[in-house]
Nanobody
Framework: QVQLVESGGGLVQTGGSLRLSCAASGRTFFSTYVMGWFRQAPGKEREFVVA????????SAADSVKGRFTISRDNAKRTAYLQMNSLKPEDTAVYYC????????????????WGQGTQVTVSS
């Protein structure tokens, strides 16, 4: 069993930045997991944001965040990060961390584990 705990959410103005963290614990070889971030805005379905391979060498991002959001990871600390820059009001959502054992980046769309979510609110 793997537990994921997100932190770093909050309220920020348009154009501002936030960094989210996702700490993993439990029986896990963290570097074997693809890590990803998803988000869910009120009244909308949960959507993919970014993902990173176990080694950190590969990553992918949704078109809506390319050039603004960056995912990274520190396998020694068993933590994944989401750096969000140039935030927009439409980025307001609950952000969820996800983990998938093995596989390609696209497998993050069927994660094995979810975090509890952290709220990000961007004011205009």
């Amino acid at each position: 069993q793997v537990q994921l705990v997100e932190s770093g959410g909050g309220l920020v103005q348009t154009g501002g930045s936030l960094r989210l963290s996702c700490a993993a614990s439990g029986r896990t070889f963290f570097s074997t997991y693809v890590m990803g971030w998803f988000r869910q805005a009120p009244g909308k379905e949960r959507e993919f944001v970014v993902a990173i391979s176990g080694s950190g060498a590969l990553s992918s991002a949704a078109d809506s965040v390319k050039g603004r959001f960056t995912i990274s990871r520190d396998n020694a600390k068993r933590t994944a990060y989401l750096q969000m820059n140039s935030l927009k009001p439409e980025d307001t959502a609950v952000y969820y961390c996800a983990a998938k054992r093995g596989g390609s980046l696209s497998t993050i769309n069927t994660p094995d584990y979810w975090g509890q979510g952290t709220q990000v609110t961007v004011s205009s």
